[in-house]
């Protein structure tokens, strides 16, 4: 387990490089900016707290923020949903430590296979913990992968994304899908830190990626609520499918991601033909009445 208190000092410290000054109102001083991003005594006065107070922040000294300070620090460094979440997350460990989780199998209801395989038109997965595929519809693996036949431990949507050739030939945007997957992974990690999953996954993927460790590095955290996938397919061509995600009552690790393609598009013809493609061949055989 990484400390959280290095951990908040080096994701506040690259929020900041990543800061325009231009955007936070502050009038120029005239000085020349040797580094990108905001001076830390600019942060100190955006967010009301003395530059020492904040440079010990950066440094991983162990203070633990109110969440009044959380919130002004929220404003000065413009942090999204997801990077307050990443901070309140790791500051949580900080407050009360976790202990460590015992590995658990997560299993989805037969009701949401049944309403997986109830969509026949729109691909969908169930993702859990670290992005593991708890479940997917017969469409969705037509267009991505059939996880089913993977190993167990092979089955998750980042470690697919990152370590299997056929899906960088898959995603024409894959730079961007591979990033974000391990910019989600990364807030996961810090929702569960004592996880250990999480840490072989982490670990695989930093010896077997150089991109997963590049982007790792940068320490930046991502929400997957909805977006655009642009996939070129082996049967069908090219589609465009947007997802919406939606966190299921009951067990707030698992997500629904649904896929979808705009009306009369060329996307949903193609989505179309790879559905009649999934569907499997009508039996022959006279069916017996009993």
């Known amino acids: 387990m990484t400390d959280p208190h290095r951990d908040l000092g080096d994701f506040l410290r690259r929020a900041r490089a990543a800061r325009d000054p231009q955007d936070t109102g502050l009038l120029p001083d005239g000085r020349i900016r040797r580094v990108s991003g905001l001076r830390r005594e600019e942060v100190a006065l955006l967010a009301g707290v003395s530059t020492d107070y904040y440079t010990r922040l950066e440094q991983g000294r162990h203070i633990v923020p109110s969440t009044q300070v959380l919130d002004a620090l929220t404003r000065a460094l413009g942090l999204d949903v997801a990077g307050r979440r990443y901070v309140d997350d790791v500051i949580a460990t900080v407050r009360r430590p976790v202990p460590r989780a015992r590995p658990t199998v997560q299993r989805v209801r037969p009701g949401l296979h049944q309403l997986l395989d109830s969509f026949t038109t729109q691909p969908a997965l169930v993702l859990g913990h670290r992005t593991d595929v708890l479940a997917s519809n017969a469409l969705a693996r037509a267009l991505f992968a059939d996880f089913r036949v993977m190993p167990a431990k092979h089955r998750n949507y980042a470690r697919w994304l990152l370590l299997d050739d056929r899906a960088r030939d898959l995603f024409l945007d894959w730079e961007q899908q591979a990033r ?77 991601y649904v896929y979808t393609t705009e009306p009369g598009s060329t996307s949903q013809d193609a989505l179309t033909l790879l559905a009649s493609l999934a569907q499997p061949p009508a039996s022959n055989a006279p069916r017996v009445e009993r």
């Open 180 to 256: 974000n997957a391990v910019e989600s992974l990364r807030l996961e990690a810090a929702a569960t830190p004592n996880d250990e999953a999480t840490h072989h996954l982490i670990g695989e993927l930093s010896l077997a990626s150089p991109e997963f460790r590049s982007w790792w590095s940068q320490h930046q955290v991502h929400l997957r609520t909805h977006g655009t996938k642009r996939l070129h397919h082996p049967q069908v061509g090219e589609i465009d499918v947007q997802f919406e995600s939606l966190t299921l009552p009951g067990d707030t690790r698992q997500t629904l």
